[in-house]
């Protein structure tokens, strides 16, 4: 089959997944990038800009822009500002869509990028998880194919096309456990900032390492879940895997469960989107099963418990929930980052602030964004009068 060329723009070029979708894209010459945009770090982007000659690039933070603005090879146009994250998906037309920036800044260039026909190819899961109300009934009334980059999505993603959705009896998502899995539980609610920055398996941006820890990020997950396949919470299920093998798999109702396996990488999911629907070599190592030898699985209790049933929370009371559920966390991570609060306090703060979440009478982009920094506010003031209860 020729190669069809596609045209690429990457929002969060310079954070983890985007530097890791720039090897992908140079080891493919069928692969060009025709947009770049990052949050404050200029210098970093000016030298992708030169590698990879984009029509244009956005700084959307405060960053060097003067530096950057003589840095850029010519022909190369420089946007600035939150806004120019959107703009760049308008001016460049991208054929697919990589959103890798962390929160919700991704909401309205993927909106955008939807709106343009780009395919989507989604590691920004906060977007989704605030608001896959309003992005997969857009991209549905568009005809856009929404890829997962998210490793347990993508698996599962693969593992749909062995059989038909009304076969699908549940789907299971694996969990690393996160950096302090093997602690002991009474010491984990005082671990510190660079503790549970210590992932085992993963290599990941900072923001995503702490939520690993706690496993918010398995909640956020589930709610991905909900929206990308269209899964109610009694069709998700969660299992401790701290090999980070098995992916993730589909069982159906004849009883098969099909995973997908891999090394604890990024870029093959991130090459299974960009180049989708073909499937591409890739430079690594193969998965040698039988050097690995055994494979650990076990149900999330305790603390891993608490944080799982976050997700299921927001799926069952819809509405902004999800949204909630992004201002919270990251209001309460930057909290324990700051050191205000201890890693113990951030999962029941999560919680208190989800379940005063009010209902929304119309899901719109204002009314989530609303709930989001109502949230954050909620985080912010239980913080401050130091009201943040862990039992
Ligand atoms: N890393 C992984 O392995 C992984 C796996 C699955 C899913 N994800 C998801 O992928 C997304 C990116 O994660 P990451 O680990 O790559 O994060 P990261 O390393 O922290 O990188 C974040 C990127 O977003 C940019 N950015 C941050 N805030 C921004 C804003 N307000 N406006 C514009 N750009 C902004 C940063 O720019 P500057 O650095 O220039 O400021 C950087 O390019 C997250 O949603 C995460 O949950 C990541």
Not at 39 to 65: H, I, K, S
Not at 294 to 315: K, M, N, Y
Request: aromatic share 4%; charged share 20%.
């Amino acid at each position: 089959m020729t190669p069809v060329s596609k045209r690429i723009a990457i929002l969060g070029s310079t954070g983890s997944i985007g530097r890791q979708a720039l090897d992908v894209i140079a080891a493919h010459e069928d692969l060009t990038v025709c947009a770049l945009a990052a949050g404050r770090n200029a210098a970093l982007l000016g030298e992708q800009a030169r590698t990879f000659a984009p029509d244009c690039v956005a700084l959307a933070l405060e960053g060097e822009r003067s530096l950057l603005r003589t840095e850029l090879p010519e022909g190369t146009e420089l946007l600035t500002g939150p806004e120019s994250l959107t703009e760049i998906v308008w001016r460049a037309h991208p054929d697919v869509l990589l959103t890798a920036v962390v929160g919700t800044a991704g909401l309205a260039p993927t909106l955008a990028g939807i709106a343009c026909g780009a395919t989507l190819a989604v590691a920004n899961k906060e977007a989704l998880v605030a608001a896959g109300g309003l992005v997969m009934p857009a991209a549905r009334a568009a005809g856009v194919d929404v890829l997962p980059v998210d490793s347990e999505h993508s698996a599962i993603f693969q593992c749909l096309a062995a059989g038909r959705r009304d076969e699908v009896r549940r789907v299971v998502l694996t969990a690393s456990g996160g950096a302090l899995r093997d602690w002991d539980p009474a010491a984990v609610a005082d671990a510190g900032v660079d503790d549970a920055l210590n992932h085992p398996t993963w290599d990941m941006g900072r923001k995503i390492t702490i939520d690993s820890a706690t496993l918010v990020n398995k909640a956020m997950e589930i709610v991905e879940a909900h929206w990308l396949f269209d899964l109610s919470a009694d069709e998700i299920d969660v299992v401790l895997h701290g090999e980070s093998i098995v992916h993730s798999c589909v069982e159906y109702q004849d009883g098969s469960m099909l995973a997908q396996l891999g090394r604890p990488e990024m870029t093959t999911p991130i090459a299974y989107a960009l180049n989708y629907p073909r499937r591409r070599p890739c430079p690594g190592e193969p998965l040698d099963l039988a050097a690995l030898g055994s494979l650990t699985f076990s149900r999330p209790t305790g603390r891993f418990a608490d944080a799982v049933e976050l997700g299921f929370d927001v799926i069952r009371r819809g509405g902004a929930a999800g949204a909630a559920l992004i201002g919270a966390n990251d209001a309460a991570v930057a909290a324990f980052c700051e050191g205000a609060i201890a890693f113990g306090d951030i999962v029941p703060l999560v919680g208190q602030t989800l379940a005063r979440c009010e209902p929304i009478e119309e899901v719109t982009l204002e009314a989530l964004l609303a709930a989001e920094a109502q949230a954050r506010r909620e985080v912010a003031a239980r913080v401050s009068s130091r009201t943040v209860r862990t039992d």
